[in-house]
């Protein structure tokens, strides 16, 4: 690298800064960091790949664990919530048919959103640390969850879709599982016009985030 580096600095007759390291570069091979590095799917918190996981634990045996912290939630508001009747089908297609008379909750999002349409019928979220499950075909604009087991629920209580609340947590790499995908794709296809609140920043992130217009929150 640092051979191509000289070349490509001489052929150009200026001073160049290189760089060949993603996340999982950035993690196990210093030697391509060069002048910076970039950090895509590790500044998420989330492991480019089991590889890499397993190759940093393996690269630190005796030297302390490591580990990413994921940093995102993504949580919905409930409009609505309506008791259903047992034989009761939700949502379109009728591929999910009530067992028992239940509550069910509407979300204020759906595939038009980024939350996955192959996320039906078997994807949850978390209401007040309960797993509430998603019930029927999730739609352009809502998602259907079961709250019979949780007290209280009513228009506004906020459902995490991903991340943790009560002890119970719902990861990316679980999410992109029921979707048949990667964790990748998971916070990447949030919609731009969802707003982002950056939450517990250090001061000097706080500060650029105020500057650039993001809305930050303790």
């Known amino acids: 690298l640092k051979r191509y580096h000289v070349d490509l600095q001489e052929a150009s007759g200026r001073a160049l800064e290189f760089h060949c390291a993603n996340s999982a570069a950035t993690l196990l091979k210093p030697k391509t960091h060069g ?8 500044t998420y918190g989330l492991w ?4 890499t996981l397993l190759s940093v634990r393996d690269m630190r045996a005796g030297k302390g664990s490591f580990e990413l912290d994921p940093v995102m939630t993504w949580k919905a508001k409930v ?14 297609g009728r591929t999910y048919r009530a067992t028992a008379d239940s509550e069910i909750a509407v979300l204020g999002l759906g595939y038009a959103d980024g939350y996955d349409r192959l996320l039906s ?9 309960i797993r509430v499950p998603v019930r029927g075909r999730i739609c352009m604009n809502m998602t259907m969850v079961d709250v019979t087991d949780v007290e209280g ?5 906020e459902v995490t879709l991903l991340g943790s609340d009560g002890g119970e947590e719902v990861s990316a790499d679980q999410i992109a599982a029921w979707a048949g995908t990667i964790n990748y794709e998971i916070p990447t296809r949030i919609a731009a016009d969802i707003p982002r609140i950056a939450v517990n920043c250090p001061p000097l992130i706080r500060e650029t985030l105020e500057k650039h217009g993001v809305p930050v929150s303790d």
Do not use: D, M
């Open 153 to 157: 629920c009513e228009r506004g209580s």
């Open 48 to 51: 480019p790949s089991r590889e």
């Open 121 to 129: 019928n078997c994807a949850h979220g978390i209401l007040r640390g």
């Open 35 to 42: 002048a910076f590095v970039r950090c895509g799917i590790a």
């Open 79 to 92: 409009t609505q919530v309506k008791k259903v009747r047992s034989g009761s089908f939700i949502s379109y």
